[in-house]
């Protein structure tokens, strides 16, 4: 997300300059060392004696393995590849991801969830609104509209690549589904580290944080697993009179919460911080701490002292090792 | 100009035609084409199809007809327009529209040499080009321009600068074939011959009534003569 | 043909200008005389008629003073562009002008500007949901430009959509106002508008009393905004119940 | 163009009711606002500005041309908008083209006064060189690089603070013939400031559900009911007013809306000359 | 076209507006008018009546406005019927090209706008329209009707070009016949501007109430009006069968395939007989039959012409 | 006119003939493309934005072997020194358009995508020579910043030969002064060429030096491009953290 680029004054400047040679110098935790970044058609060095696998982003070039992104060359026992950074999300099976329908097909979805094509979600790897197990009937083809509509935010699974090479997700299960009442925010996929956990229900906020892998970041209202919220919105569509609508709204202390974690990960992002649960309620907590408005939290300070934050959490991550 | 059965400025006689030459199956991509040329008046006619659909708004029923006239030099304005319609038209009139609905056959004409009876040239080098084509056809057309002088004479395929003296001159089109089956419309009714009736006329300059159909009847006299080649050369061809 | 090189209108260039500076002298000071002897709050007697063109499923013809402007709505009918799943359907609008509709011959050509405009003022009247997946064609012709075409255009609309049967919230009617100094015109003639300080122009439905439109230019203070607003919304809406009389008269002549 | 599911829709709704919108900015609030000048060295003056994620620069060129006829005693201000494919693939080929053209119909609206060029940001007497036979025709053209929300606001801003840049060539008339076309002499070390203090600015206020908005992001823009661009200059006169969107309005809410935009107008101004000033100083 | 291209999504439309009798039996014609056009045409021709209950031979009534185009030299609204132009002259001045430095020009277009037809979509226009531009202008060249020389300002120097714009408001058949009406009309009702030369050699119009006062030369103080000669007036017939209809509406147009256009001036010469194909063969029987409605056809539009251009001076007096 | 000062040696800009104008290339410029870069030959500076790999909109063009690469031209109208307001899909940027596309295809490694479509996005902001070598270099920065697999770096640059001197990176002026222009594209590591235009007559031998020159030219920008990608990608590394 490089929308946000705060205009610094002098002094921030040089202050964020010094923050980010510092992260530079920092040892860094994982294996990688900023050593072994490569940009396109770098050589990568391998003895070629142990047989050795060329995995993504590498190409052999008469001989010599070369790059063919800019990235991190990782190395798994045989295995060579580039980890990529900026770059398109790269599924995998089971990953949890968030995206956008954006057409409904016979018996499917097909979602947006910023990779190299639409993925599909069948009518049959879903499961109904009834909850019931069963064949899906014509009838059901005809409803499909009224589960997933265009443009509907929903959570799903990474269920698998098809013969035919296209992308397949599931949603068997309660946590899956709709999201509503919330925002939804795109970052860069390789800021999304892939963990056990990827649902967050922060309850001293009463907030949903959904860190899909696939960038796609879901901030809104917490709502029980399975409870369906899906009429709750339906409704709304029919309620009439502005008065009607405000008395279904989030409370404004929900609200609150929702747009400072939203914003903390607009920071982090803007920052090219990994996005993990802890950094961005860290951000929060830190934003409420230092109590500075919501809206504030993408100006110029803030921005610089979370990258300031940043540096001393990791000099600390450092110490504890070594 | 001169009392009528004098020569021509080319020294032809009144009713005397420039050379005519048919030669067809120049083109290996078009599924027709011939060449036609009425002395220095040569057009080239290609004709693909019939390909399957035909334009929105045309009668799906029938098979229709386009009709693009690439003009000697430079593009097309209103003057290419009009004759793309006249031939478009005309061409329909000759074709079995009913044997092939919802297709649509192109004929593209490309003028060679412009010097007078352009038009008519045009017609008779796309007829043979739909024959080539093996384009299902009710009947042959064949289209003729005479040209009417002040003192009221009639002169046939006039030249460019001939057109320009005449007071009037007009394209005449009929059809050929006493053989082919009447279609319908020219009930026996008439007791004029099925190839006396026109297909297309289409003329230039004020004139007499008289004049007009004086030009009528030497212009059918005439067309008899050029249905002939125009059988004889389709014929050869076809053998 | 059309395209002769170098070709003048000879009413063009000095005497022109010089009306209008005249009109422009004239218009400076406070009280001055409007070349049709109107009074500044007096609009051009309007002339309007519906089912002026019977190949259109609905159409209207409208003369306000020189200005001559007619509109045909065809539809709804299927739509030219596929367009994704929605369940309203779209609101087409095309204005051109005749190349003899302004003193000096134009091209003819059809108007970006006003096409956007007309649309705009006319979308929030139309009831889209009555007709979904399907399009209504609104073509405007400008048969002659004499000042205030845009509002007369809007209205004309609005009566060709209502004989075409198009479901409306309200008519829409449309007028401008012309300021001069101090003074604001209202309904102004086409040399009024070549020299006007600043113009502002409603469209609305009056029944509902809502702006659907408004543009202004020029320079303006607040006071003389409210004032000019007035002005129009009280002419709209006396232009509407014009309009409607219009309607009722050829409804009882339809049956 | 963005699309938003029906929660979404309702959440952005429910925020600007209760005036907490989605980045945490209150209804009347603006963007961070970021000035940059001389972007395009080759342009008399030229001026980039960012409003979060929307981006346009604005470049202004002056060239010798011939009054028209009808007004011998003025120069030519024209005002072109494009927007540039990079900003959203939509705008590829024709696709910009629509937006384009509102763009430029409602700044050459909002800046160029009335006909009589009453009530213009820029004073065309200023650009006459000799009466009736030269003056500057001076080209304003707006690119959109990067687009989310608020473009008209956003390119009035540019193009406020590429005027306020912009140095027009010293010129000497050197044959001052009466009829025919006098030849000038175009110097190219002095160069003529702008009086740039009565360029309006432009506030659109996007009308949500009851309440009304500034510096909408194009996801608040999906939402809007109607909305009301207003240019308004230091003196708080209105310089020009389009509307956009169909809902209709009440009159009242008009008025209302109008003198909202007035009073966030003379902020903006406010924060643009500064921004102005920063830019000019670290230009040096 | 026209009828076959409504229908569909305009059917309801049609319904609705259908004269509000909704009747079920008018709407079952209505039905089978829509499905079968020929054999629901031809069953009228059976009893030698048209959809429009005319005889064969009578054209549609027909009138002519004069002048109503504030802002052209000249200008006229013609109906046949349904079908309705506009045309309407602007005088501009032209240096003339040397081989004809003594002579004027004129500039014909004929427009078919979205609005004359569900046809015709704004961008792309209909292609008759420049085919009817075409016959226009040949028509107007042939005939003679105007001397070009009388449209000579200064020899050399000066001439008029009169830009001729003939839009179609309504499309509903003849459209040529009446454009030519329109384009005739139009010439009647021109009137030259007053004109002199300023010193800059630029030729200026003289304001009515200048006149006189102004001591520029004026140049054409005696050709304020266009002598017409020999004026052509046109006849379209539809020939369907062994039937000849005069003045087809778009409906019998969409029907009958076979068209003949007689163009016969003042003196009864023949300026044009327009046959572009067409299923039907017209024999001379028929060419003379379709020559003698002509005939019959421009006497009526005449005195038609004539009584609009009375009518107009009537109220110029009064 | 002297394009080469005789006795200094040294050109109109106060280069030397051999000598590259001042070259900068910036990633991350537009907001919400998937790649974007900016990238500047002395006043020469065009923006390009990449999206995608994305589903490809229109399904005719769809190909189920490999990635569908697009690219649009435009020229801002104050890009030139006289202002024109020019129309979209003139021939000039078809053509440009065209060239591009091509010289990019050559390296993306778009059998790794298929069914995708990538759109490259061109915009000048300011045209002062060699416009379709700084696209290009501007494009091969941008694909990398949107992590688009490629075979190599391509890069361009002109030559030209006037005042009987090869000249490198011709300048506005100096590529309107009517002499040849050689335009040359290579991938950088390979050490191939993708790209050679020349419109005007050139003895072999001469032609040879000039192009020679143009690809010292390409290979001086490749290491550029290279530092600033490297630069880049340990900058978001480091950032990131562990």
């Excluded at chain 2, 009709?67 to 030099?73: F, H, Q, R």
């Excluded at chain 2, 089109?173 to 297909?199: C, M, Q, T, Y």
């Excluded at chain 5, 009864?268 to 020559?291: D, F, M, N, Q």
Aim: charged letters at 20%; hydrophobic letters at 40%; aromatic letters at 4%.
């Amino acid at each position: 997300m490089r929308d946000l680029q705060p205009s610094l004054n002098q002094t921030q400047r040089v202050r964020l300059q010094s923050a980010l040679r510092q992260l530079h110098s920092l040892p860094s935790s994982s294996s990688s060392s900023p050593l072994s970044s490569v940009a396109v058609a770098d050589p990568i060095q391998v003895n070629h004696d142990d047989n050795i696998l060329k995995g993504h982003g590498t190409l052999d070039c008469d001989g010599e393995v070369v790059a063919t992104l800019c990235g991190v060359v990782e190395r798994v026992n045989k295995l060579v590849y580039v980890r990529a950074l900026r770059a398109r999300y790269k599924p995998e099976v089971g990953d949890i991801i968030v995206g956008r329908v954006i057409e409904i097909a016979p018996k499917r979805w097909r979602l947006e969830i910023n990779f190299s094509q639409v993925a599909v979600l069948m009518l049959s790897s879903m499961n109904l609104p009834d909850g019931i197990q069963r064949r899906r009937t014509a009838v059901d083809e005809l409803n499909m509209r009224s589960i997933f509509e265009e443009n509907d935010v929903i959570c799903a699974e990474v269920r698998g690549f098809q013969h035919d090479g296209s992308l397949h997700l599931q949603a068997r299960s309660q946590k899956y589904g709709k999201l509503e009442r919330g925002q939804l925010l795109t970052v860069p996929a390789y800021l999304v580290k892939r963990r056990k956990q990827h649902f967050h229900h922060l309850e001293q906020y009463g907030v949903d944080l959904i860190i899909g892998c696939n960038g796609f970041i879901w901030v809104g209202e917490h709502v029980e697993a399975g409870e369906n919220v899906g009429m709750l919105v339906e409704d709304q569509k029919k309620t009439s009179t502005a008065e009607e609508e405000s008395w279904s709204f989030t409370p404004l202390e929900t609200r609150k919460h929702i747009c400072r974690i939203a914003n903390a990960v607009r920071l982090l992002s803007a920052l090219g911080f990994t996005l993990t649960v802890e950094a961005i309620v860290d951000t929060a907590e830190a934003s409420l701490a230092s109590n500075i408005e919501i809206n504030d939290m993408l100006g110029a300070e803030f921005f610089v002292q979370t990258a300031e934050r940043e540096v001393q959490r990791r000099a600390s991550m450092v110490r504890k090792k070594g | 100009m001169r009392a009528m059965g004098m020569d021509r400025l080319d020294g032809r006689n009144a009713n005397q035609m420039r050379p005519l030459t048919c030669s067809r199956n120049l083109l290996h991509r078009a599924h027709g084409s011939a060449r036609w040329s009425q002395g220095d008046t040569i057009v080239l006619a290609a004709v693909y199809g019939p390909k399957a659909g035909t334009r929105k708004g045309d009668d799906p029923e029938k098979a229709s007809i386009e009709v693009i006239w690439k003009p000697k030099t430079g593009q097309i304005g209103k003057q290419e327009k009009e004759y793309e319609m006249i031939l478009k038209r005309t061409l329909q009139s000759i074709c079995l529209l009913t044997s092939h609905p919802n297709t649509t056959t192109s004929v593209i004409v490309q003028v060679v040499g412009d010097d007078g009876s352009l038009l008519p040239c045009a017609i008779n080098a796309s007829c043979a080009a739909l024959v080539d084509a093996g384009i299902p056809l009710k009947h042959l057309a064949v289209a003729i321009c005479c040209g009417l002088s002040e003192t009221g004479s009639v002169i046939l395929d006039p030249t460019k600068v001939e057109e320009q003296k005449m007071q009037a001159f007009m394209h005449l089109v009929f059809p050929n074939s006493p053989l082919a089956v009447l279609p319908e419309g020219s009930s026996s009714k008439h007791d004029e011959p099925f190839e006396h009736g026109i297909i297309t006329s289409v003329t230039h300059g004020a004139m007499p009534e008289r004049g007009y159909f004086n030009c009528l009847d030497r212009g059918r006299a005439a067309s008899a003569a050029i249905s002939e080649f125009l059988r004889r050369s389709l014929q050869k061809d076809g053998s | 043909m059309a395209t002769t090189p170098m070709t003048y209108s000879p009413s063009q260039g000095a005497e022109r200008r010089q009306k209008q500076q005249q009109m422009r002298r004239m218009s400076q000071e406070l009280d001055w005389k409007r070349s049709d002897g109107r009074s500044f709050h007096q609009c051009r007697p309007a002339c309007l008629q519906t089912g002026a063109t019977n190949a259109a499923s609905g159409s209207a013809y409208a003369e306000f003073g020189a200005t001559k402007v007619i509109v045909s709505v065809f539809g709804p009918r299927e739509s030219k562009k596929a367009m994704m799943y929605s369940d309203i359907g779209r609101l087409n609008c095309n204005v051109s002008f005749t190349t003899f509709a302004t003193p000096i011959r134009g091209q003819g050509s059809d108007n970006k500007e006003y096409s956007a405009m007309l649309h705009k003022a006319l979308e929030g009247a139309v009831i889209l949901e009555s007709f979904p997946k399907t399009t209504v064609d609104v073509f405007a012709l400008v048969l002659e430009s004499g000042g205030g075409d845009l509002p007369v255009i809007i209205s004309c609309a609005s009566l060709a959509l209502a004989d075409a049967g198009i479901m409306m919230y309200d008519l829409v009617s449309s007028v401008s106002v012309s300021c001069f100094g101090k003074n604001i015109v209202i309904d102004p003639t086409a040399e009024e508008e070549a020299c006007q300080d600043g113009s502002l122009m409603i469209a609305c439905m009056p029944a509902r009393n809502e702006v659907t439109q408004l543009t202004l230019t020029g320079q303006w203070s607040t006071a003389k905004t409210n004032e000019a607003m007035e002005l129009c919304m009280d002419a709209c809406s006396k232009l509407a119940s014009i309009m409607r009389s219009c309607l009722k008269k050829s409804a009882n002549l339809s049956s | 163009m963005v699309g938003l599911s029906e929660g979404e829709k309702h959440f952005i709704r429910g925020g600007i009711a209760q005036d907490l919108r989605s980045d945490g900015r209150k209804r009347l609030q603006f963007r961070s606002i970021s000035v940059e000048t001389g972007v395009i060295p080759q342009a008399n003056g030229s001026a980039r500005v960012r409003l979060g994620a929307t981006d346009v620069i604005a470049s202004i060129k002056a060239e010798l041309g011939k009054p028209s006829i009808l007004r011998p005693d003025k120069g030519k201000v024209s005002i072109f908008v494009d927007c540039s494919p990079t900003a959203a693939p939509m705008f590829e080929g024709r696709g910009g083209e629509e937006l384009s053209n509102d763009l430029s119909v409602a700044l050459q609206r909002c800046l160029l006064g009335g006909t009589s060029g009453a009530g213009a940001g820029i004073d065309l007497s200023s650009l006459i060189i000799v009466d009736g036979k030269v003056c500057w025709d001076l080209y304003i053209d707006g690119l959109v690089i990067s687009s989310d929300g608020n473009l008209l606001d956003a390119l009035a801003a540019a193009i406020k603070v590429a005027l306020s840049n912009t140095g027009i060539p010293k010129v000497s008339v050197l044959g001052a013939s009466s009829d025919e076309q006098p030849d000038v002499d175009v110097s190219d070390e002095e160069f003529l400031q702008f009086d740039t203090s009565g360029v309006p600015v432009i506030v659109t206020l996007t009308k949500v559900g009851r309440h009304y908005i500034v510096d909408a992001t194009s996801e608040e823009e999906s939402q809007m009911s109607s909305a009301i661009s207003v240019s308004v200059n230091r003196r708080g006169q209105i310089c020009g007013l389009t509307k956009r969107g169909g809902a209709g309005l009440d009159p009242s809410v008009v008025l209302d809306m109008i003198s909202v935009a007035n009073s966030v107008s003379q902020q903006l101004i406010t924060v643009l000359d500064s921004e102005i000033a920063a830019a000019e100083a670290s230009e040096e | 076209m026209a009828t076959s291209a409504r229908g569909g999504g305009e059917g309801e439309a049609a319904a609705g507006g259908g004269g509000g009798g909704g009747a079920a039996a008018e709407m079952e014609v209505e039905a089978y008018r829509r499905l079968f056009p020929v054999a629901y045409f031809e069953r009228h021709l059976r009893e030698s009546v048209r959809l429009d209950a005319r005889p064969l031979a009578s054209p549609r009534d027909t009138s002519v406005a004069l002048g109503l185009v504030g802002s052209a030299d000249g200008s006229a609204l013609v109906k046949f019927g349904d079908t309705t132009m506009v045309a309407a002259i602007k005088l501009e001045v032209m240096t003339p090209p040397a081989e004809s430095s003594d002579e004027g020009s004129v500039a014909v277009e004929f427009y078919m706008p979205p609005i004359c037809s569900p046809t015709v979509r704004p961008g792309r226009s209909a292609e008759v329209a420049p085919v009817i531009s075409k016959q226009l202008s040949d028509v107007i060249m042939s005939s003679g009707m105007i001397n070009l020389k009388d449209l000579c300002l200064i020899n050399g120097k000066a001439s008029w070009i009169a830009y001729l714009d003939i839009y179609c408001l309504n499309a509903d058949g003849s459209l040529f016949d009446a454009a030519l009406v329109s384009t005739v009309a139009a010439f009647t009702h021109l009137e030259i501007p007053l004109v002199s030369v300023s010193d800059d050699g630029r030729v200026v119009t003289v304001p009515g109430e200048l006149e006189g006062k102004t001591k520029l030369p004026l140049v054409n103080k005696d050709k304020r009006k266009l002598m017409l000669n020999n004026v052509p007036f046109s006849l379209t017939c539809g020939l369907h069968k062994e039937h000849i209809l005069v003045d087809p509406t778009a409906e019998e147009e969409s029907i009958i395939e076979t068209f003949v256009t007689v163009v016969l001036d003042t003196l009864g010469r023949v300026v044009s007989v327009y046959k572009p194909g067409g299923s039907v063969l017209a024999y001379t029987s028929i060419l003379k039959e379709c020559i003698t409605l002509a005939k019959r056809r421009a006497q009526q539009l005449r005195n038609i012409l004539n009584e609009s251009v009375s009518a107009m001076e009537v109220d110029k007096s009064s | 006119m002297e394009y080469v000062n005789p006795l200094t040696g040294f050109r109109i800009d106060g280069r030397r003939p051999n000598e590259l104008r001042q070259i900068k290339g910036e990633l991350g410029v537009v907001a919400n493309a998937d790649g974007s870069a900016l990238f500047e030959m002395g006043n020469t500076r065009v923006i390009v934005a990449v999206y995608g790999p994305r589903e490809v909109q229109n399904k005719s063009q769809q190909n189920n072997n490999q990635a569908l690469v697009r690219c649009e031209y435009s020229m801002a109208n104050f890009s030139t020194g006289d202002r024109t307001r020019r129309q979209k899909g003139d021939r000039r940027s078809t053509e440009i358009s065209l060239v591009i596309r091509q010289t990019m295809e050559a390296s993306i490694l778009t059998h790794l995508m298929p069914r995708s479509q990538i759109d490259i996005f061109v915009q000048v902001l300011q045209a002062d020579g060699g416009t379709r070598s700084a696209c290009i270099n501007a494009a091969t920065l941008a694909l990398a910043d949107a992590g688009i697999p490629m075979r190599d770096i391509v890069t361009s640059c002109t030559a030209g030969y006037l005042c009987s001197t090869p000249l490198l990176d011709l300048n506005y002026v100096e590529d309107s002064a009517g002499g040849p222009d050689v335009t040359v594209g290579i991938l950088s590591k390979m050490d191939k060429v993708t790209l050679l235009q020349m419109d005007a007559k050139l003895p072999m031998d001469i032609f040879e030096n000039v192009m020679q020159l143009a690809i010292e030219g390409c290979k001086a920008i490749a290491n550029y491009i290279r530092e600033v990608l490297l630069e880049n990608t340990k900058q978001l590394e480091s950032r990131r953290g562990g």
